[in-house]
């Protein structure tokens, strides 16, 4: 069982912006891909951006793409989520999710196909003024 721990949500008013940190304290998330998903209330969750254990490769979904930025902070083994120019329409629970590299997951599988093992409890993130 992998733990991950989200911090970082809050209320921010539109054009705002969050940073969001997902940890995994007794595991080196360099073995994981890791992702962060969202869903809102009556809403399907969504795959945000997700992002390879190398770091090299990434992934957005259409509505974040220039806004949010994926990264990974080894020497804190954190997933970073930084979010710009925020809108109401990002309001929802935002959650960590990860799949084992040896599992050959991709970030176009687990982001797109919503293909992963584990999550975190989440944190949340509220746009309004």
């Known amino acids: 069982q992998l733990l991950l721990v989200e911090s970082g949500g809050g209320l921010v008013q539109p054009g705002g912006s969050l940073r969001l940190s997902c940890t995994a304290p007794e595991a080196n998330l360099d073995d994981y891909v890791v992702g962060w998903f969202r869903q809102a209330p009556g809403k399907e969750r969504e795959g945000v951006s997700c992002i390879s254990s190398s770091g090299m490769f990434d992934y957005y979904t259409d509505s974040v793409k220039g806004r949010f930025t994926i990264s990974k902070d080894n020497a804190k083994n954190a997933v970073i989520l930084e979010m710009n120019s925020l809108e109401p329409e990002d309001t929802a629970n935002y959650y960590c999710?990860?799949?084992?590299?040896?599992?050959?997951?991709?970030?176009?599988?687990?982001?797109?196909?919503?293909?992963?093992?584990?999550r975190g409890q989440g944190t949340q993130v509220t746009v309004s003024s």
């Open positions: 999710v990860a799949r084992h590299k040896t599992r050959g997951p991709t970030v176009d599988t687990m982001c797109g196909d919503k293909l992963y093992d584990y």
